[in-house]
């Protein structure tokens, strides 16, 4: 505890202390638990207040919204974690022109609709990698020529069904925006049954897809498919958008897939509990962005699950402890404090040494000339820890300050001595870090050798 | 697996990296030409040259994580597909992205997923395996840590830990010292040392041609094609550096006095 009385209190310590597992793996369930308050209130809450009645539409379409939320949230951390958040938008929305040829060979039978819709969107991944693969093309023109081009061919395909004396084409525009009014229960059981299908693949595969997620090149060196995998991977977020198409639509598909997967990234480390977390806030999303759009019958549903799940994206980004906004500026002003306190701490130690005696005051306008804001945040915390006072407008240490002020100025030199003598002394090797004390870093057999080098020196300088 | 070891016909020392009339092109221009390349097991090999001159390539294209256009590779005398889990690699350190979210202990314990093979999961003996390859790289106390939290020696450390968990035979590491403190660069030459004691063939593409000849035995120098190849002392030669690198050769001469290459 050599720094004792320049530590910060800890009530601030705990912005800079380094997270580790543990503590992240408390606050995931901490904010798994306060979700589901917050869900659990959230019901009477829009009955009472926002007056939501809870018939049997309203209660499909909630779950189908919370469960299209877990599958879409899930599946797309790895959009998100593989930079490919923009290919679910292409993805989303090269499945429209497969909604109208199906619709045109088929009829209007929904599951035939969805299929349709997810092999053009696979053939819009495919053609991606194809052009991305063999072509000097990059990735951003591969997708947005894709979208382009596919959607396109969705409207004008869209367009010339709608112009055919056929009522049964009534309605199949709401794939652009969506329509979730028009969710039945059997969609919902599909979204389950699908949703469940391609959790157990991801659970199967799951260390291969996370290491093709993190270092392709070494997976391929270890012999894994990677070119199998990441297709694979593709056709579940190809899965997840097609699920979503009725309720959200192919242009807003991409919020609800990478939405609650950059929400949860903010709180975690760990790609399982990412993965875990998204799912929650996808559920939340999906449930009550659905319940609040039952207040009015001209509320849309899924642009509201898409707001909702933004709102659960802002406060991530602001609040979640490490990554977010707050913390940060938090962080920055402890650290701020911190390093004002030593520097002026140093300061007054060395001025009043210069001038013979440690306990010398110094002018606080010359402390002000020469530091400017430094100063008067450090002489503020050096006053509130009872290491300097002032008197007829100077600052002086106090016999505490003075301890801490060597202590301080010892440790700085001994690293000094370690990034000389390090060879010479024979020491360990260990990465030099100034703010930490020497004794903490190295073992007492190499601190002592540079305790002594550094009398010698003195005795020598002093003689 | 029964792995019978090329026999290098002159002095009977077994042959770890055998590749042939290897060539790799990119847009029709090529990065490596005609590569005939021999090296024998046990020895600490730098792979040396300019930018551009096709270091990386020749490691990517020996673990056929690139196309080739032409040419073999063989590892102790078999194609690499037979043979993968006697080879280590270790990519460089900016092809990933350290933002990922996982720790220290979960991506060294990634270079036992091929061992693993499909689908099971790593368990206990994985964590431990895993905890003694960051002890030998210095990193124990970083096992828990978050990725993003490690400095660019750390992240090159712990790729290290993830290559020596392989428990391989010959390891392939692509500019391990590139833009690393001296702890790092300490910790690494160490650890190539320590494989080289253990009978381990290491290949490094490295960069500092001060520190190559006190660092290695062995030396490929590269440019597009093989300018030479062979022991150190007799390869590093200010005229091969020459056919190398081209005319800045003064600054050369100066390099290998300071690493004291006349000693031999």
């Known amino acids: 505890?050599?720094?004792?009385?320049?530590?910060?209190?800890?009530?601030?310590?705990?912005?800079?202390?380094?997270?580790?597992?543990?503590?992240?793996?408390?606050?995931?369930?901490?904010?798994?638990?306060?979700?589901?308050?917050?869900?659990?209130?959230?019901?009477?809450?829009?009955?009472?207040?926002?007056?939501?009645?809870?018939?049997?539409?309203?209660?499909?379409?909630?779950?189908?919204?919370?469960?299209?939320?877990?599958?879409?949230?899930?599946?797309?951390c790895f959009a998100v974690l593989r930079r490919q958040s923009l290919l679910g938008d292409a993805l989303s929305h090269a499945a429209l022109p497969g909604v109208a040829i199906a619709f045109l060979l088929a009829g209007r039978d929904l599951?035939?609709?969805?299929?349709?819709?997810?092999?053009?969107?696979?053939?819009?991944?495919?053609?991606?990698?194809?052009?991305?693969?063999?072509?000097?093309?990059?990735?951003?023109?591969?997708?947005?020529?894709?979208?382009?081009?596919?959607?396109?061919?969705?409207?004008?395909?869209?367009?010339?069904?709608?112009?055919?004396?056929?009522?049964?084409?009534?309605?199949?525009?709401?794939?652009?925006?969506?329509?979730?009014?028009?969710?039945?229960?059997?969609?919902?059981?599909?979204?389950?049954?699908?949703?469940?299908?391609?959790f157990i693949v991801l659970a199967l595969f799951w260390k291969e897809f996370k290491l093709i997620t993190f270092d392709p090149e070494f997976a391929g060196a270890n012999g894994f498919r990677v070119n199998l995998l990441s297709m694979t991977l593709s056709t579940l977020i190809v899965v997840a958008i097609v699920l979503g198409l009725q309720l959200a639509g192919v242009?807003?598909?991409?919020?609800?897939?990478?939405?609650?997967?950059?929400?949860?990234?903010?709180?975690?480390?760990?790609?399982?509990?990412?993965?875990?977390?998204?799912?929650?806030?996808?559920?939340?999303?999906?449930?009550?962005?659905?319940?609040?759009?039952?207040?009015?019958?001209?509320?849309?549903?899924?642009?509201?699950?898409?707001?909702?799940?933004?709102?659960?994206v802002a406060l991530s980004l602001g609040f979640a402890p490490g990554r977010g906004l707050v913390w940060t500026l938090l962080r920055q002003r402890s650290d701020r404090r911190r390093f004002a306190a030593q520097t002026i701490l140093q300061d007054l130690y060395h001025y009043a040494l210069d001038h013979g005696r440690a306990d010398l005051p110094a002018p606080e306008p010359f402390l002000l000339g020469v530091r400017g804001a430094t100063a008067r945040e450090g002489l503020r915390q050096l006053h509130a820890r009872g290491h300097a006072q002032r008197s007829n407008g100077a600052w002086m240490l106090t016999p505490a300050g003075i301890e801490a002020a060597a202590r301080d100025d010892r440790n700085h030199q001994l690293w000094s001595l370690y990034r000389q003598y390090a060879d010479d002394l024979d020491l360990p090797t260990i990465a030099e870090d100034r703010q930490q004390d020497i004794a903490d870093a190295l073992p007492p057999a190499a601190v002592a050798k540079l305790e002594y080098k550094l009398d010698t020196i003195r005795n020598a300088a002093t003689q | 697996m029964s792995v019978h070891s090329g026999r290098d016909p002159q002095n009977g020392?077994?042959?770890?990296?055998?590749?042939?009339?290897?060539?790799?092109?990119?847009?029709?221009?090529?990065?490596?030409?005609?590569?005939?390349?021999?090296?024998?097991?046990?020895?600490?090999?730098?792979?040396?040259?300019?930018?551009?001159?096709?270091?990386?390539?020749?490691?990517?294209?020996?673990?056929?994580?690139?196309p080739r256009a032409a040419g073999t590779v063989r590892f102790y005398g078999q194609p690499y597909e037979h043979v993968r889990g006697l080879v280590g690699y270790v990519p460089q350190r900016g092809s990933v992205d350290w933002d990922f979210p996982t720790t220290v202990l979960d991506v060294v314990s990634?270079?036992?997923?091929?061992?693993?093979?499909?689908?099971?999961?790593?368990?206990?003996?994985?964590?431990?395996?895993?905890?003694?390859?960051?002890?030998q790289v210095g990193m124990q106390d970083f096992a828990d840590r978050q990725i993003s939290q490690l400095s660019g020696g750390q992240q090159q450390r712990t790729f290290l830990a993830r290559a020596l968990v392989q428990d391989a035979r010959i390891?392939?590491?692509?500019?391990?010292?590139?833009?690393?403190?001296?702890?790092?660069?300490?910790?690494?030459?160490?650890?190539?040392?320590?494989?080289?004691?253990?009978?381990?063939?290491?290949?490094?593409?490295?960069?500092?041609?001060?520190?190559?000849?006190?660092?290695?035995?062995?030396?490929?120098?590269?440019?597009?094609?093989?300018?030479?190849?062979?022991?150190?002392?007799?390869?590093?030669?200010?005229?091969?550096?020459?056919?190398?690198?081209?005319?800045?050769?003064?600054?050369?001469?100066?390099?290998?006095?300071?690493a004291g290459l006349e000693e031999e």
Do not use: C
Not at chain 1, 15 to 35: E, G, P, Q
Not at chain 1, 37 to 63: C, K, M
Not at chain 1, 298 to 307: C, E, N, R
């Open chain 2, 13 to 66: 020392s077994a042959t770890a990296l055998e590749i042939d009339d290897l060539t790799v092109a990119y847009n029709s221009k090529p990065a490596i030409w005609d590569i005939d390349l021999r090296v024998p097991e046990g020895v600490l090999m730098a792979v040396i040259g300019p930018n551009g001159a096709g270091k990386s390539t020749l490691i990517k294209a020996a673990l056929k994580l690139i």
């Open chain 1, 111 to 198: 599951g035939l609709l969805l299929i349709g819709a997810g092999v053009t969107s696979w053939l819009g991944v495919f053609f991606i990698r194809l052009v991305t693969g063999t072509t000097r093309i990059k990735q951003d023109a591969a997708m947005g020529i894709v979208l382009a081009a596919w959607f396109a061919a969705g409207i004008a395909l869209l367009v010339y069904i709608q112009a055919r004396p056929d009522a049964s084409q009534a309605g199949l525009d709401t794939f652009i925006f969506g329509q979730a009014a028009a969710i039945i229960e059997r969609d919902v059981r599909l979204i389950a049954a699908v949703g469940a299908v391609s």
């Open chain 1, 251 to 312: 242009i807003l598909m991409v919020g609800m897939l990478i939405a609650s997967g950059i929400a949860a990234r903010q709180w975690t480390n760990q790609l399982g509990q990412m993965v875990i977390l998204s799912a929650v806030f996808g559920a939340f999303a999906g449930g009550a962005g659905a319940i609040v759009s039952a207040v009015d019958a001209d509320i849309p549903t899924g642009p509201l699950i898409v707001v909702v799940a933004f709102l659960l």
């Open chain 1, 1 to 76: 505890m050599f720094f004792a009385p320049l530590r910060v209190p800890s009530r601030i310590k705990t912005f800079t202390t380094t997270m580790t597992n543990h503590t992240s793996d408390r606050r995931i369930w901490l904010l798994i638990t306060a979700t589901a308050i917050i869900a659990a209130l959230f019901i009477p809450f829009s009955q009472l207040v926002l007056h939501v009645e809870y018939d049997y539409t309203l209660r499909t379409v909630a779950l189908g919204g919370a469960l299209l939320g877990i599958v879409s949230g899930v599946l797309g």
């Open chain 2, 171 to 258: 390891y392939l590491m692509d500019e391990p010292f590139a833009a690393v403190d001296a702890v790092t660069e300490r910790a690494i030459i160490t650890i190539l040392r320590q494989l080289r004691a253990r009978g381990k063939t290491v290949v490094v593409v490295h960069h500092d041609l001060q520190t190559a000849p006190e660092y290695f035995d062995w030396v490929t120098l590269l440019n597009v094609e093989i300018v030479a190849t062979g022991p150190i002392a007799t390869t590093f030669t200010p005229d091969n550096l020459r056919q190398t690198y081209g005319g800045r050769v003064a600054y050369l001469h100066e390099g290998q006095r300071i």
């Open chain 2, 110 to 135: 990634m270079g036992l997923y091929g061992r693993l093979g499909w689908i099971r999961r790593p368990g206990q003996s994985e964590r431990e395996s895993a905890m003694h390859a960051l002890e």
